[in-house]
């Protein structure tokens, strides 16, 4: 076995990304501290073409150290915005017709196994706060949630981490 080359790996350029479709999902960043987990975002967005990162509350922007440390240069490859209020940032994106989700253990959260994103519907997925979660003020605004199954002790797996889980499964089931 011999490992690929970055060169092998047929990787568009920055202007062919800007270009090519995105899967129907913009990523909602409420309140999340560590700006390397936003750039760890951002690099999983860029992987699995997001549409947008919507970057809300105390949650890092672009360009900062931090950031770019795990986004290796994502952070200038995916779209971004930033909110002031997230529970702005999901009327919006509500108002636009986004079916918005939170990804977090509430009542009624479907499981990440059992949830098919629907093609031709466009998704906004609430990932929230490392220690608190997605605020339940967003939470209200949501159509639903998903929950990410987990068999250990610990109730929780970090936000960009779920983030990964999440985002292939949407990718998976809408990239073409």
């Not at 990162?53 to 770019?68: D, K, M, N």
């Not at 199954?149 to 960009?160: D, E, M, T, Y």
């Amino acid at each position: 076995m011999r490992k690929i080359t970055n060169e092998e790996l047929g990787r568009p350029t920055p202007e062919e990304y800007a270009a090519m479709a995105k899967i129907p999902v913009t990523v909602v960043l409420d309140n999340v501290r560590s700006a390397q987990n936003v750039g760890a975002f951002f690099r999983t967005g860029d992987a699995f073409a997001v549409e947008r990162i919507a970057l809300c509350g105390i949650t890092a922007v672009p360009p900062a150290r931090e950031i770019h440390k795990t986004a290796l240069g994502a952070e200038q490859t995916v779209a971004w915005s930033y909110h002031a209020s997230t529970v702005e940032c999901l009327r919006q994106l509500r108002a636009e017709g986004c079916e918005v989700l939170a990804v977090e253990q509430v009542e009624g959260a479907v499981s990440l196994e059992a949830f098919e994103p629907r093609p031709g519907v466009r998704y906004a997925l609430v990932f929230g706060n490392e220690v608190a979660g997605v605020a339940q003020e967003a939470v209200d605004l949501c159509h639903g949630a998903i929950e990410i199954p987990q068999a250990g002790v610990k109730h929780s797996i970090n936000v960009s981490v779920s983030g990964g889980v999440v985002l292939w499964r949407f990718f998976e089931k809408l990239k073409n």
